[in-house]
């Protein structure tokens, strides 16, 4: 009968325990990535988990979102530009009193501009949606909702009360864009 060498034994067992530790380490640190985009993306993370029906797609698309607008040269507006918006934001919400389907064309196209201005791509609108909630994800379901409202309008499918809900989406979005400085002064 043959002995085994207890060096053999001390071996498998390191060998064992770094494995071991090795998941230990994947799983801890997919658990971390999970959680920083939960409480990045917020809803909608929820939102995307939805719709991809998968938790580890909907992590992929999430964070190719992050990194594809990492890679843009999205920039703050400079202060006279803020200005301007913020005054074009006033005129727009004073149209909406008189003229509120309008108002709501105006409005869907001043965010488009002043997203634009930042350097974020105009291509269509869920790329859109998908590049704002990368920045602002706890306003892009608001752009989601006053853009579904502005296609209806287009089509004059809507109330007055859904063109004042809208320009109240549209607001909130265009506050987040323009940046905490402006939040009053376009009120």
């Known amino acids: 009968m043959q002995t085994t060498n207890p060096i053999?034994?001390?071996?498998?067992?390191?060998?064992v325990?770094?494995?071991v530790?090795?998941?230990?380490?994947a799983v801890a640190s997919r658990n971390?990535?999970?959680r920083r985009l939960q409480q990045h993306f917020g809803q909608e993370y929820d939102r995307t988990v939805r719709t991809t029906g998968d938790r580890t797609a909907a992590e992929r698309e999430l964070a190719s979102r992050v990194d594809r607008v990492k890679r843009m040269h999205i920039e703050e507006l400079p202060a006279g530009a803020r200005e301007r918006y913020a005054e074009e934001?006033?005129?727009v919400q004073t149209r909406f009193v008189d003229q509120p389907r309008e108002a709501l064309q105006q409005a869907d196209s001043l965010v488009a501009n002043v997203m634009r201005d930042r350097?974020?791509?105009?291509?269509d609108f869920d790329q859109q949606a998908a590049d704002?909630?990368?920045?602002h994800p706890q306003v892009v379901d608001n752009y989601r909702i006053a853009?579904?409202?502005a296609e209806r309008n287009d089509r004059g499918e809507v109330s007055t009360e859904d063109l004042r809900q809208a320009m109240v989406h549209y607001r909130t979005l265009f506050n987040d864009l323009l940046g905490s400085d402006e939040r009053t002064n376009a009120r």
């Open 89 to 91: 934001w006033r005129t």
């Open 21 to 25: 530790l090795a998941i230990i380490a």
């Open 147 to 149: 853009h579904g409202i």
């Open 32 to 34: 971390a990535r999970s």
């Open 17 to 19: 325990v770094i494995v």
């Open 119 to 123: 350097g974020y791509p105009m291509s």
């Open 132 to 135: 704002i909630s990368a920045d």
């Open 8 to 15: 053999v034994y001390y071996i498998i067992g390191a060998i």
